[in-house]
């Protein structure tokens, strides 16, 4: 059989078994939850062929509700730059820094689920930068003197609460593992969403045995 025709065929299979997925039932209430949290990967190729399960990226509910999101990553090493120069980190940093947008498939108690996270962040920063910085400003100036050491307080003490409850916001928050010209690996993704994307993206499994430019698959998973 010519390999064209083959891979047609192959791909009419895959279209087939994806529309016979149902997506209902890989929901139940029993087992689903925000604390089941998996590593899902998205191809660049796999997200321009197949849409993403109608199922909430964060707790697995169906729904029609998408949230398009645009994700951004660099390596982990880069922040050791800091120490080199704040200048020298934003430079490569930028060099260094790979991007992927999303349709993600969200309910409507998750749709915010982003926003929230990086409200609470830079309210915080601002809150409590202006305050430290008001401090250090009063004590240049010696004015307020006491005032300045309510200041401090609830600048330091205020700021190290701010970045634990950020710290543990963003650890339980959907966010990328690595991101590459060819694809994407997000954390924290619910398991049964997860499930449901591994099962269209077989799919492309199946499909790209027959074809000279697979997606990136070397990544692993959870
Ligand atoms: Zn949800």
Redesign the pocket.
């Known amino acids: 059989m010519p390999a064209r025709i083959g891979r047609h065929l192959i791909r009419m299979k895959a279209d087939s078994e994806y529309c016979k997925l149902d997506f209902g039932a890989l929901h139940s209430p029993q087992n689903h939850g925000d604390n089941e949290m998996a590593k899902a990967h998205f191809g660049r190729r796999e997200v321009e062929k197949f849409d993403l399960p109608p199922l909430?990226m964060?707790?697995g509910?169906p729904?029609d509700h998408r949230v398009s999101k645009r994700f951004a990553w660099h390596p982990g090493w880069v922040m050791i730059l800091i120490f080199v120069g704040l200048l020298v980190y934003v430079i490569v940093a930028i060099i260094l820094t790979k991007r992927m947008r999303l349709s993600i498939p969200?309910?409507s108690?998750?749709l915010n689920h982003w926003l929230l996270r990086n409200l609470i962040i830079l309210l915080g920063f601002g809150l409590f930068g202006t305050l430290g910085i008001a401090a250090v400003y009063l004590t240049i100036q010696k004015q307020h003197e006491d005032l300045i050491k309510y200041l401090y307080g609830v600048a330091i003490f205020g700021g190290l609460a701010w970045l634990i409850v950020s710290g543990v916001i963003v650890s339980n928050s959907i966010r990328p593992s690595q991101i590459t010209d060819r694809g994407m690996t997000l954390i924290n993704v619910n398991k049964e969403f997860r499930d449901a994307w591994d099962a269209i993206r077989g799919a492309t499994t199946a499909d790209k045995t027959l074809t000279s430019k697979p997606d990136d698959d070397t990544l692993g998973f959870a």
């Open positions: 909430c964060k707790c509910q729904t969200m309910c108690r998750h």
